[in-house]
């Protein structure tokens, strides 16, 4: 029960605080709905302005930092909006999730946010939470090697830079000796 606080001007005038019986406390009851209810869960619509959010961080980081560190931008988002709607179909863990979205699937081909993703505890709902949660360890395996690919390139590319500097190091010495 909601209790509220009598205004002092309701108060009796004049009257000791220590001896009064005024009660300034008032026990009123739940009271009836005034406004209609919102179309959407306030925890789905924190996670759709969640996800938008990450999803225009997501490009930024694409556009400057290249797709590696976009990934992990996106990592990030599915970890967020899965950890904010709740809902048993996201995965909320870190590093997993990673996925692109089509129109009406959520990432990794799992249901969407707010929509559920049936009944938990059902032998077929722990298989496809099996199969999801393998999907989501391939598609992080395939993620990590295409950043050792990228690693290895920068790596060549930096031994080969090196060796052209000792080469030119190594002439211009030859010629002033």
């Known amino acids: 029960m909601p209790t509220t606080i009598a205004p002092v001007s309701d108060r009796a005038s004049g009257a000791s605080v220590a001896s009064s019986t005024d ?30 959010l990450m999803s225009g961080a997501e490009v930024a980081t694409h556009v400057v930092a290249g797709p590696v560190m976009a990934a992990a931008v996106h990592d990030a988002r599915i970890g967020a909006v899965g950890s904010i709607a709740g809902s048993p179909g996201m995965l909320g863990s870190p590093g997993v999730g990673v996925g692109f979205e089509t129109p009406g699937s959520g990432t990794a081909g ?8 049936g009944a938990s505890g059902t032998p077929a ?42 080469t030119a190091k190594a002439a211009v010495s030859n010629i002033r000796a």
């Open 110 to 117: 799992l249901p969407p946010v707010g929509t559920g993703g």
């Open 125 to 166: 709902s722990v298989q496809s939470m099996m199969q999801d949660g393998q999907t989501s360890n391939m598609q992080m395996l395939a993620l990590q090697q295409k950043i050792q690919e990228e690693s290895q390139r920068f790596t060549t590319v930096s031994n080969v830079m090196r060796a052209k500097y000792d």
């Open 23 to 52: 009660s300034r406390l008032e026990i009123a009851a739940t009271r009836a709905r005034q406004t209609e209810r919102p179309p959407a869960p306030f925890r789905e619509v924190l996670a759709g302005g969640v996800s938008l």
